[in-house]
């Protein structure tokens, strides 16, 4: 019965659609992109996408943008509640204006009872938004229903298809017509239809995905979901939006970064399907499998991501027998139109029978995009938000956006993570779903299995939002724990890290405040203070420990908030003491003068830098302002500032400025860069020398070709990590994304704490360790939400480790030896040596120094057991081939 | 322009039994009278004062059997009948239909005396009967051809058309291509590096490094940021004016470079900081480059290094080579490296040198017309490599699209290459050309070879002028996209295929 109804519903689309007489040919290659999606049980402004959209300007190329928002305000959109609930929220982009009654007489007044009609406001001028070069188009939303005799006409042809699904079908459908009659045929551009979904609203323009915020006034319309997205389209000559992300299914958006390798046999998976293209862009036919699968043969949505991104190889076999089964017939099916290549995406949908909005993040089986997922709650775990992001910063940069509106929320969410693709563990997937219960809304999300992402419990301050006043006890400090904390009250600064831990542990917010002051207080006082306060507060925000009843997201955002307050100070505490610091800003380096030049030798005579006083003088840049990447890149800055001769640096409120650390050239030594906010890409790339501490959470690329020097991140670590390194030393408190230290050669020593999603160390050609080559430790630990060491579920969860290796070495502590030979691909377990824990122990006890992993608390104790070293850690090393030698003399 | 012209030195093979292409036999019947050293115009035969005998005849100098319809022909007037003419038979075995014996020849001839070949060598075009030996310029009928002076040619490619970034003009539309330490010895590295001196050109180091004999001509040096990144570092990007990527080659693409075992000794390891003796496979693609952007990205982090550094994206051709162009345009690089699948030294595995990409006389035109749409073609330079043999193949590109292209084969061939096609094996190169062998890379001395490779360019100049003023040109600016000057022909028509620009 069901089958016979897919076959109609196919059948009919085969049938009555019209067809491209064109052959399918995909318009515009289009690589990566940047993407952003937010949900929360807030509605929230459309402003909040602006930054974060800015900030990603460097994905695209200001050709494309779009975005989605999903779950609305009736009342901003004039509507009863009930309609926008149940009417089709149908926009149609007017291209050419006059064409607008034609359209509706045609398609829209014959089928639908439309219930709202509104020309969406836009700003009169095109021009007025700068950077904006075609003007958008006229975007008409009309709210509909199809009228009953046309649904019942509409559902003759078909044996069994009634109610919601055929009035879909029939929204579907005409949708289609109208886009091939209006967008697709002959080449005429003049309307198509943007979204047509319940509840759901597109919009997209030739220009970037701010300017459709700006252009279409969105600014404050309130949405419980948001998609953005930069588009990179590699045809130049772009002069109408319908190429731009989002592109939808029925009640879905999509957003994608990446590009398929195989559209033409996607697309001819869905002409199968009797489902034709009309955009040709492979974000199209993503999102036409999608409704395929979910609406046609009521996939569920498990299903749907495996036929997408299908589980494979090792990550297959380790699924239990019964998924096994579903999924090989899912592949044996599918596999053939499943996007292959690197892809990333990011769909908003509303499920209206269930009275959900949904946000879901999916990445390719091999994870060839770079892909952040967050979830945090604020207000005590009545509200949350859960944001997708191609890079970290955009994430926080839109926490520290909403702040705006929401001075409670943190800054710092509770909890970052990358999805494995295509994994028997996550399965590459995470959705996340706001649902009604009780009159309340809440949002939960889940991996594709269905497996919760737990929030972190704990209280934040009431007043986590509001920056500090410079130098002011907050009120709420100045009351409270007195009794709780003499010492405190007493007005003696809190000596030591210690002080601080057992405050946060054991008293309140207020508490902390209050110590905190005093600590900033008498930093103002002194030089070498000043210094010791900023190594304490670094230290509380980059370290793992108990954190009592707070969340630890909370007090690093605290700690931030002290430290750039601190550094934001300097020059007023300098006009009243010595201090070995001197702060920059934008405005100092070069005002407001936009520097661009043909040579380099003019840019760099353009910046305005001090000389330092000393060589232990330390240069504080405020980043706010310095430009991402180019001639006045902040990376530039460093590079003119190091060449005056100035060896210590600061750099603090990053918000994704890239290459930091790069250009110093041969011999760096003595270099050290501090990096707080969120340093971008290519961080600490080709040093030869320096040192880089990123206190935070690190990006894509860092450290490609390193040579030699030291790189220490306070976090997690993105894609390809170590690409083609030589050397340094570089310890990782938290995770590397796929393909960290791909090609590495020489000697890089590389510590990671936690481990990484896979292909690590792949081709390593490093020599041998115990002679002077490179190796790479792999802890498999993490921090639970208490602050203590915990073993990962496995030290190394992908199922490519050390693949065509021909030198170096990974030592893995494995004590339960669950790494085996699967994972190897042309490696093999050797035993662990009394040389090689000489080798490798003087790295255990820096990183002991540096993240306060114990050597014999944490890593030797193995279930409270103390145990050996060559119990503990497993040696990889590369397994000779024959074929890959050297011919011998004879041959 | 300021540029003199480099010295042509007339330089010898290395070998002392020349190769040639025909055969002068003579046999017992010889009666040393003298009438053919008395009848040859060239010297074959000579007997040198005080001798009674004649000596062997010097083949290489006999223009062959077109002299058997003159009057000057020694085996016609040999009384005795004891001269024969004919066809070494070692020439046969010489080349491949791409590379046939007389293009080796007269490229060796090119190298040695720094002047266009004799005519009897076909050095035009080779025997592949596709690409570039089916096309062919339609030479126009005009008298203007000797109003151009020699003086008013000019073969200049600028290299930088963007609004930033080194403004770099070479005198003539060459580059010298990638070629790595191991992959060749440091003598022919040298040599190619001493003649883009002369030549005011640059010549590409490849993936890997390079020795630092090189650092003297670091003005001249392409650094290369293969996908392997071996060799790659901050101060090789920022000590040359000319970097580029090397995204995938037309002889193997879809493959990163390769090193067998066999050629990586422990100097070249030490260059690459590897282990010696095992095989070096570069990734294919880069990976941190997966798209558009990540690509912009990546051209950004060579400018965070070197501002002021040229930035080249090669990259094969495949069938959306035009939009990866406009791509690597909007991503802030100055040239855009088409390479073709004709070209390659036999170092890549056979099922790579056989699953090729576009022709490169396609994809040329598909993206320079592109560009033009686009309204960026002045914007960005087109060079096109892989499979450019001749100074003909050369012109052709231009006219085609280009604005220039990049020379690589044809350099080792100038210094005595015989495409043996056994680049991969360390000894396999009887030259000591593709080769680290301490025994075998002695065999080139780069004074020597970059004389050739300085004579070779610098035949191929005056063939150029020729060329240009017989096409009524007076720049390869103006040639380039003059698709309407060429014909395709196919091996049939001998009509067409027989108008040369020969002496």
Redesign the interface.
């Known amino acids: 019965m069901k089958d016979n109804l897919i076959k109609q519903i196919l059948d009919q689309r085969r049938n009555t659609l019209p067809r491209l007489s064109t052959q399918m040919v995909?318009d515009?290659?289009?690589?990566?992109?940047?993407v952003i999606g937010f949900i929360s049980s807030e509605k929230i402004k459309g402003k909040h996408v602006l930054q974060a959209s800015e900030q990603m300007h460097?994905?695209?190329?200001g050709k494309g943008g779009g975005i989605a928002a999903v779950g609305l305000n009736a009342e901003q959109l004039g509507v009863p509640e009930e309609i926008l609930q149940d009417n089709y929220l149908l926009q149609i982009a007017y291209l050419d204006p006059s064409v607008r009654e034609t359209v509706e007489n045609e398609f829209i007044l014959p089928y639908f009872t439309v219930n709202h009609t509104a020309l969406i406001a836009a700003v009169s001028d095109y021009r007025e938004i700068k950077g904006l070069a075609v003007k958008p188009p006229d975007v008409w939303r009309y709210f509909v229903r199809v009228k009953p005799e046309t649904l019942k006409e509409f559902e003759t042809k078909y044996d069994n298809l009634t109610g919601r699904a055929s009035e879909d079908e029939f929204i579907y459908q005409n949708t289609y017509r109208l886009n091939h009659k209006f967008y697709a045929s002959l080449g005429e551009k003049r309307a198509f239809v943007v979204s047509h979904g319940r509840n759901m609203m597109v919009l997209k323009i030739v220009g970037y995905a701010e300017e459709v915020i700006k252009y279409y006034q969105l600014e404050d319309l309130q949405s419980h979901l948001w998609i953005a997205h930069q588009r990179?389209p590699?045809?130049?000559?772009v002069w109408h939006p319908g190429g731009a992300h989002p592109f939808i299914g029925l009640n879905e958006a999509l957003i994608h970064?990446?590009?398929f390798a195989n559209y033409h046999s996607v697309s001819e998976c869905l002409k199968q399907h009797g489902i034709a293209p009309l955009f040709l862009t492979d974000t199209e036919v993503a999102v036409l499998l999608f409704d395929l699968w979910s609406r046609t043969y009521k996939y569920p949505l498990e299903y749907i991501i495996e036929a997408l991104a299908p589980t494979t190889e090792r990550d297959f076999d380790l699924l239990p027998l019964d998924k096994q089964k579903i999924y090989r017939a899912i592949q044996a099916t599918h596999i053939h139109g499943s996007p292959d290549g690197?892809w990333f995406f990011i769909i908003g949908r509303t499920v209206p029978e269930e009275n959900k909005i949904q946000m879901i993040g999916i990445t390719d089986t091999s994870m060839?995009?770079p892909q952040v997922f967050a979830l945090s709650d604020w207000d005590n775990a009545q509200r949350q938000i859960g944001l997708i992001a191609s890079e970290k910063q955009a994430i926080d940069t839109t926490l520290q956006s909403l702040k705006e509106d929401y001075p409670d929320i943190c800054p710092v969410a509770d909890k970052y993570w990358n999805a494995r693709g295509g994994s028997h563990t996550d399965g590459g997937s995470f959705v996340y779903t706001l649902s009604q219960a009780n009159g309340s809304i809440k949002l939960s999300c889940a991996d594709k299995f269905g497996q919760e992402v737990p929030y972190v419990s704990g209280t934040r301050p009431n007043n986590n939002g509001r920056p500090l006043a410079k130098g002011r006890v907050r009120p709420e400090a100045d009351k409270g724990s007195q009794l709780q904390h003499s010492k405190v009250a007493a007005g003696v600064v809190p000596a030591s890290i210690q002080d601080f831990q057992s405050i946060i542990k054991d008293s309140d917010y207020p508490a902390l405040y209050n110590a905190l002051t005093q600590l900033i207080q008498s930093a103002k006082q002194d030089g070498q203070q000043f210094t010791r306060t900023i190594e304490t507060l670094t230290w509380l925000r980059d370290h793992f420990y108990p954190t009592g009843n707070k969340k630890r997201s909370s007090i690093v955002a605290l700690m931030d908030n002290y430290l750039t307050n601190l550094f934001q100070s300097i020059a007023e505490i300098k006009q009243n003491i010595n201090l070995p610091y001197t702060l920059v800003t934008r405005s100092e380096v070069y005002g407001d003068l936009k520097v661009?030049?043909?040579?380099?030798?003019r840019?760099a005579e353009a910046f305005r830098l001090p000389l330092p006083g000393s060589l232990e003088e330390t240069l504080v840049i405020q980043a706010d302002g310095f430009p991402s990447?180019?001639?006045d890149?902040m990376?530039?800055v460093i590079v003119e500032a190091y060449r005056k001769g100035w060896k210590k640096f600061i750099v603090f409120g990053l918000t994704g400025q890239?290459?930091c650390g790069?250009?110093?050239?041969?011999g760096s030594d003595g270099v050290r860069i501090d990096l707080y906010g969120s340093s971008g890409?290519?961080t600490a790339?080709?040093l030869?020398g320096a040192e880089v501490y990123i206190h935070n959470a690190a990006q894509?690329?860092i450290g490609?070709?390193l040579?030699r020097g030291k790189v220490v991140i306070f976090g997690d670590v993105g894609?390809?990590f170590m690409?083609?390194a030589?050397?340094g030393e570089v310890y990782v408190l938290g995770n590397a994304a796929g393909?960290p230290l791909?090609?590495g050669?020489?000697?890089p020593r590389v510590l990671i704490n936690g481990t990484c999603l896979d292909y690590l160390a792949?081709?390593f050609?490093?020599?041998?360790p115990l002679d002077d080559?490179g190796f790479v430790i792999l802890n498999g630990i993490r921090f639970d939400d208490n602050g203590k060491v915990v073993d990962l579920a496995t030290p190394y969860p992908g199922g490519n480790l050390f693949s065509?290796a021909?030198?170096g070495a990974i030592y893995v502590r494995d004590p339960e030896h669950q790494v085996d030979q699967t994972q190897l691909h042309g490696g093999q377990f050797e035993p662990l040596t009394a040389q090689d824990w000489q080798l490798i122990k003087p790295y255990l006890e820096e990183n002991e120094r540096l993240f306060g992993i114990s050597i014999n608390e944490h890593l030797l104790n193995v279930n409270g057991e103390q145990k050996k070293p060559e119990e503990v850690y497993r040696k990889i090393t590369p397994e000779l081939v024959e074929i890959?030698?050297?011919?011998t003399e004879d041959m | 322009m300021g540029f003199m012209l480099p010295k042509i030195k007339k330089v010898s093979g290395i070998f002392r039994t020349k190769l040639s292409k025909f055969l002068v036999c003579r046999d017992h019947h010889c009666i040393n009278c003298g009438t053919c050293m008395a009848v040859c115009p060239t010297g074959v035969h000579q007997r040198p004062d005080g001798y009674k005998r004649t000596k062997p005849p010097e083949h290489d100098k006999c223009i062959g059997f077109d002299c058997l319809k003159t009057d000057t022909c020694c085996v016609r007037h040999c009384p005795r009948g004891a001269l024969k003419l004919e066809l070494d038979p070692l020439w046969e075995t010489l080349g491949d239909a791409r590379w046939p014996a007389d293009l080796i020849k007269a490229t060796w001839h090119q190298g040695g005396t720094g002047e266009l070949p004799p005519s009897y060598y076909n050095y035009e075009t080779g025997q592949s009967e596709g690409g570039f030996d089916c096309l062919h310029f339609k030479y126009p009928e005009l008298s203007s051809e000797s109003s151009i002076n020699n003086d008013e040619i000019d073969t200049s490619l600028e290299l930088n058309k963007r609004?930033?970034?080194?403004k770099i003009t070479l005198p003539i539309p060459i580059y010298g291509g990638g070629m790595s330490f191991g992959s060749i010895g440091l003598s022919v590295m040298l040599a190619r590096a001493k003649a883009a001196q002369a030549w005011q050109t640059f010549f590409s180091t490849g993936e890997g490094g390079y020795p630092e004999e090189l650092a003297p001509y670091d003005d001249y040096i392409i650094t290369q940021v293969a996908t392997?990144?071996?060799g790659?570092?901050?101060?090789t990007l920022?000590r040359v004016r000319f970097m580029e990527f090397k995204y995938a080659q037309g002889a193997k693409p879809g493959l990163g470079g390769h090193l067998l075992?066999?050629k990586?000794t422990s100097l070249v390891a030490k260059l690459?900081?590897?282990?010696?003796?095992?095989?070096?496979?570069?990734?294919f693609p880069f990976?941190?480059v997966?798209?558009?952007?990540?690509?912009?990205?990546h051209v950004?982090?060579i400018?965070?290094?070197?501002?002021?550094i040229l930035v080249a994206v090669k990259v094969s051709t495949p069938t959306?080579i035009d939009?990866?162009a406009?791509?690597s345009?909007?991503a802030g690089a100055h040239i855009i490296n088409l390479d073709g699948g004709y070209g390659g030294t036999g170092a890549a595995p056979e099922i790579a040198k056989k699953n090729i990409a576009m022709p490169i006389e396609y994809a040329i035109p598909k993206v320079h017309k592109f560009l033009s749409?686009?309204?960026?073609r002045d914007d960005i330079t087109l060079i096109a490599s892989g499979g450019i043999r001749s100074a003909l193949d050369v012109a052709k590109s231009i006219a085609l699209g280009a604005d220039g292209v990049v020379i690589g084969t044809a350099e080792l061939i100038a210094l005595g290459c015989v495409r043996c096609g056994n680049c991969e094996?360390?000894r396999g190169c009887p030259r000591g050309i593709a080769t680290t062998d301490p025994e075998l890379s002695p065999l080139i001395n780069s004074e020597w070879g970059a004389q050739r490779i300085i004579n070779m360019y610098a035949a191929w100049r005056k063939y150029w002028v020729r060329l240009l003023k017989k096409l009524g040109l007076k720049s390869f600016k103006e040639l380039r996209g003059r698709m309407d000057l060429l014909d395709y022909v196919n091996s049939n028509n001998q009509e067409i295929k027989n108008k040369s620009c020969k002496v």
């Not at chain 1, 590699?234 to 000559?237: F, N």
């Not at chain 2, 790659?232 to 101060?235: D, G, K, L, P």
């Not at chain 2, 997966?290 to 990205?297: G, L, Q």
Request: overall charge negative.
């Open positions: 995909s515009a290659a289009e690589g990566g992109c940047g460097n994905r695209g190329n990179y590699t045809k130049g000559r970064n990446g590009d690197p060839l995009r661009s030049a043909t040579s380099s030798e840019v990447e180019g001639d890149g990376s530039r890239r290459f790069n250009g110093l050239g041969t890409d290519y790339s080709g030869d894509d690329q490609q070709i040579k894609q390809t690409y083609g030589k050397g393909r791909i090609d050669v020489g000697q792949e081709s050609m490093a020599g041998d080559g065509l021909t030198g890959l030698q050297s011919f | 609004s930033f970034g080194p392997g990144l071996f790659v570092s901050e101060e920022q075992g066999d990586n690459r900081e590897a282990v010696p003796g095992t095989s070096l496979f570069s990734p990976h941190s997966y798209s558009v952007e990540d690509h912009k990205k950004d982090w400018k965070a290094i070197n501002p002021n959306d939009m990866v406009v791509g345009y909007y749409a686009e309204g960026i094996r360390g």
